[in-house]
């Protein structure tokens, strides 16, 4: 996690702190992906994929966050995106997934309105590094994630909980979605530049009126919350008007800067949520667990319900301003152990298997 000068990232910082992963385990290794790539694209090959997407580390490139580039780090993405080329598999870069320069996060990270650019330089640098021979570009992976799980739900890094700061998250990840998508329109003509989005599809718990609203209020804070002000419709307060709060941080020309014309919008589905109203504040609406409904669940306890995927395409699709939608993540969490030299996985066979069928009937 930290050879040939690569920095703590916020999740490096999260994930050595006591408490936070099951087992008190980290991510110093995991897949070992640094020392194993050329293995992980020959696996992918032999299944006949014909794309490899993969994420960017910037606290490898750029390890103080600003200024000085990491050659060592440049190199390895190099030898990385000539591996794919070389096997006949077609690179498609994501910027950013989650890592943040501990530095930056140090100084608020998302919450702080200089990383708009903070990360237009190294989103500058990337593209302007790779583009010659990568051309399929994603600038962020699933915000929600990011700001919600970071700055608010506190479960993932940077392990905050504070609605101020992911209001001004949430803001931030907007402007610099837009910004990404501009700054590699300029470095690479002829990219195809597009950004993903975690989706779930949404359902109230019952017909009752007061449960549909909640589902409502859900779907705007998980579906809606960024895809529609990257279209110039804004923030999804009428649904949401907690979210009006956001206001406090705009500043002039913020509107229009919002908005960038996309290739492609990447769809990340993965489960349903089913709702009813609660007392809790802002989003009054509370989940109704897998498990409390009875229902196929994988080891996270979410629902494996596969007609939600088509439901989100349907969703998505009947934005006017969307070009294109690709799947750019869908699986499940499930047990599964090695066997000889296999891994016998039903399960998630069977998951992809289905999804694909209500995609397609």
Same mark, same amino acid.
């Given at each position: ?192 530049? *597009? &950004? =993903?989005?975690?989706? +779930? ?10 449960? %549909? @609203? ?116 869908? *699986? &499940? =969490?499930?047990?599964? +152990? ?10 998630? %066979? @069977? ?11």
């Amino acid at each position: 996690w930290k050879e040939d000068g690569k920095s703590e990232s916020n999740w490096d910082h999260f994930t050595h702190k006591s408490g936070k992963i099951e087992r008190n385990e980290n991510a110093d290794v995991a897949t070992d992906y640094y020392h194993r790539y050329e293995e992980d694209i020959e696996l992918v090959r032999s299944m006949n994929f014909k794309v490899f997407r993969f994420s960017l580390s910037w606290p490898r490139i750029i390890p103080k966050g600003v200024g000085e580039i990491n050659q060592a780090g440049i190199d390895f993405y190099h030898r990385l995106i000539d591996k794919c080329i070389a096997v006949g598999v077609e690179p498609w870069i994501t910027i950013y997934h989650w890592d943040l320069p501990q530095v930056l996060e140090a100084e608020g990270g998302w919450a702080n309105r200089k990383i708009l650019d903070w990360f237009s330089e190294y989103a500058n640098v990337v593209t302007k590094e790779f583009g010659s021979k990568v051309k399929n570009w994603i600038v962020l992976n699933e915000q929600l994630s990011f700001t919600g799980g970071g700055y608010l739900m506190g479960n993932l890094a940077p392990g905050r909980r504070n609605i101020k700061n992911f209001l001004r998250a949430v803001h931030h990840s907007v402007l610099c979605n837009a910004d990404g998508g501009r700054i590699i329109r300029q470095n690479i003509p002829d990219a195809n530049i *597009g &950004t =993903s989005f975690f989706t +779930a599809h949404i359902e109230p718990l019952n017909q009752e009126q007061k449960n %549909i @609203e909640a589902a409502s209020r859900v779907d705007a804070g998980i579906n809606r919350l960024f895809i529609e002000p990257l279209l110039g419709l804004g923030y999804p307060e009428d649904a949401l008007p907690a979210l009006s709060k956001i206001r406090k941080h705009f500043e002039a020309g913020d509107e229009d800067r919002m908005v960038f014309d996309f290739d492609f919008i990447g769809i990340q589905y993965y489960f349903r949520s089913v709702v009813e109203k609660s007392i809790i504040p802002g989003i009054r609406a509370k989940e109704i667990k897998a498990s409390e409904r009875g229902v196929d669940a994988n080891e996270m306890d979410c629902e494996v319900h596969h007609e939600g995927l088509f439901h989100i395409l349907k969703k998505f699709s009947q934005y006017k301003g969307i070009r294109n939608l690709l799947i750019t993540e869908n *699986g &499940t =969490s499930d047990p599964d +152990a090695v066997d000889g030299a296999k891994v016998n996985d039903i399960r998630r %066979i @069977e998951y992809i298997k289905y999804n694909m069928q209500s995609v397609i009937k």
